[in-house]
């Protein structure tokens, strides 16, 4: 008996019959077949390693939002250190007022019990976002007005600080957001 698919007789071992259900294929000269069997166990076992590969466990969530809320104090720490250096290097040439909102914003940042923090607690989460997010705009007030004072434009170390803390502002937004992501899926922030 001829295979259709095959235009021929298919080529079996002696004494194996063929199943009721194959799926011929050409193979150089040889032709094969093989059986839906065991192309379902094969993309039966794919599929359970996907699946298996894919699974998101609570403590899995928990441990990725624990990493980014690190990486978000690491930057927050990082700005804070240049703080102090941004107020030394403006003092005289801004608002009195402006730097002592900056400094007040600072040492409430710096209040914060970094306990509280790392246990992931929503209420000290908030306040904590809140007193960063205070930080931060004190922070572009501070450059935004000495942007504008001759002295500081030309002061090639306020620049460079100046490019520094703005960066770390960026990476601190993404930071920030990376976070809360991974927040939600382990439903610390509602």
Not at 52 to 69: F, M, N, V, W
Not at 93 to 113: E, P, Y
Request: glycine share 4%.
């Amino acid at each position: 008996m001829s295979d259709p698919l095959l235009g021929r007789e298919p080529l079996y071992p002696s004494g194996l019959r063929r199943k009721w259900f194959s799926i011929p294929y050409a193979c150089g000269e040889k032709a094969r077949t093989v059986e839906l069997s065991s192309l379902f166990a094969v993309v039966s076992l794919l599929m359970l390693i996907i699946v298996g590969c894919s699974y998101d466990s609570p403590a899995d969530r928990r441990s990725r939002a624990t990493i980014h809320l690190t990486k978000l104090q690491e930057l927050n720490l990082q700005r804070a250190e240049l703080i102090p250096e941004l107020i030394k290097i403006c003092r005289g040439q801004v608002n009195d007022d402006l730097i002592g909102s900056v400094v007040s914003a600072l040492d409430k940042v710096g209040q914060m019990a970094p306990d509280a923090i790392v246990k992931l607690s929503s209420d000290a989460l908030s306040t904590h976002f809140e007193a960063q997010a205070v930080l931060s705009a004190r922070t572009s007030e501070l450059l935004s007005a000495a942007v504008e004072n001759q002295r500081l434009k030309s002061n090639q170390a306020f620049l460079a600080l100046q490019a520094r803390i703005e960066s770390l502002e960026n990476s601190i937004t993404i930071a920030r957001h990376d976070y809360i992501q991974a927040a939600k899926a382990v439903d610390i922030l509602h």
